[in-house]
């Protein structure tokens, strides 16, 4: 059985992005300037979706 493991942190992160536009541009401008795999890393977490998936 596959269950969505997000962690308290990403939950809000999660949240915040919905809510305030201007701090998911902010985000995802700093997010662009990551490697690659860290990007992701991340945006699998935000999605709830496993490596493996």
Known sequence: MNKK???PFD???VKRLKKDPEYA???FEELAKAPLPLQ???LRRLHG???EA
């Open 5 to 7: 493991i997000i962690s």
């Open 11 to 13: 939950r809000d992160v």
């Open 25 to 27: 541009e902010a985000y």
């Open 40 to 42: 992701l890393a991340i």
């Open 49 to 51: 979706v496993t490596q």
